[in-house]
C-alpha cells in the first residue's frame, strides 16, 4: 500500500495566486480529512468528507478555501486568492475504520 | 464542538527518566484518543490509541490513560530515550463524526 499520496510536496506561489493541492485516500478508505499546520496554531481540522459528501466543513478559515472529493480516490484543496498568511503545511489524511487516521506527507505552502 | 487541551507546551527530561503528557476534552460523546508522534519536518504518526471502554493501554514503554468522568487522558513514556524526542499530540474524536479535535501538542526532549 502506498499509503496518502499528496501533491505537490511543496508550493511556492505569489500572493493572489491560485493554489491546488490534491490528494489520494488509501484505497478502500471511506473518510478523508484536510488539515493545516502552523506553529502559531497548531494542527487545525479544516474540512472533511465521509463517503466523497463534505459532512463538517466549519474549519475552513475563509471563502478563499474550497475543498471537493469528486470521487473516492481524489480530493483537492483550493485556496483562490491566495494570502501570505495561508503559509502553512496542509496534511490531507484517509480512514477506514473511523478510528486511526493516516497522515500523508503534506504540502508545504509558502506564498509570498 | 469538541476543544481539547494539552499540556505542557514543551517538556525536556533527562534520558532514562519518564514522561507525562496530560488531555483534557469537552465533549462527553467522544469516545475514541489517540495519541501521534510528528518527527521534525515528518507527517504525524499514531503511536498508540484508547478508546472509552478502557482505562488504561500499554504498549512496551508507552501507556495511555482515561478518565472519563473527569475527561482527561494521559500519556506516560517509561525509560525516556533520545529517539522518543518529537511532537507528542493528543486528539479526541467521536466514531460516529471523525470529527477528530487535536490538542496543541507538547514539544519533547530528551537529552542523553
Known amino acids: 500500500d502506498a499509503g496518502v499520496i499528496q501533491s505537490p510536496r511543496h508550493e511556492v506561489t505569489e500572493m493572489g495566486q491560485e493554489v491546488t493541492l490534491r490528494c489520494k485516500p488509501i484505497?478502500?478508505?471511506?473518510?478523508l480529512f484536510w488539515y493545516r499546520q502552523t506553529m502559531m496554531r497548531g494542527l487545525e481540522l479544516l474540512i472533511y468528507?465521509?463517503?466523497?459528501?463534505?459532512?463538517?466543513d466549519s474549519g475552513m478559515p475563509e471563502d478563499r478555501f474550497s475543498a471537493k472529493m469528486p470521487n473516492a480516490s481524489f480530493s483537492t484543496l483550493k485556496i483562490q486568492p491566495s494570502e501570505p498568511r495561508d503559509s502553512a503545511v496542509y496534511f490531507c489524511a484517509s480512514t477506514r475504520t473511523g478510528f486511526e487516521q493516516y497522515f500523508g506527507p503534506g504540502t508545504r505552502l509558502t506564498v509570498t | 464542538g469538541e476543544n481539547v487541551e494539552q499540556h505542557p507546551s514543551t517538556l525536556s527530561v533527562q534520558e532514562g527518566d519518564s514522561a507525562v503528557i496530560k488531555c483534557t476534552y469537552s465533549d462527553s460523546a467522544s469516545n475514541y484518543f489517540p495519541w501521534y508522534k510528528q518527527e521534525l519536518g515528518k507527517r504525524p504518526q499514531l503511536i498508540i490509541d484508547?478508546?472509552?471502554?478502557?482505562g488504561e493501554k500499554k504498549d512496551q514503554r508507552i501507556a495511555v490513560t482515561l478518565n472519563k468522568t473527569a475527561k482527561h487522558f494521559s500519556l506516560h513514556i517509561t525509560e525516556t530515550q533520545p529517539e522518543d524526542s518529537a511532537v507528542y499530540f493528543c486528539a479526541a474524536s467521536t466514531q460516529a463524526n471523525n470529527d477528530m479535535r487535536f490538542g496543541a501538542g507538547t514539544r519533547l526532549t530528551v537529552k542523553p
Open positions: 484505497s478502500g478508505h471511506n473518510s
Open positions: 484508547i478508546r472509552s471502554n478502557v
Open positions: 468528507f465521509n463517503n466523497n459528501v463534505p459532512i463538517d
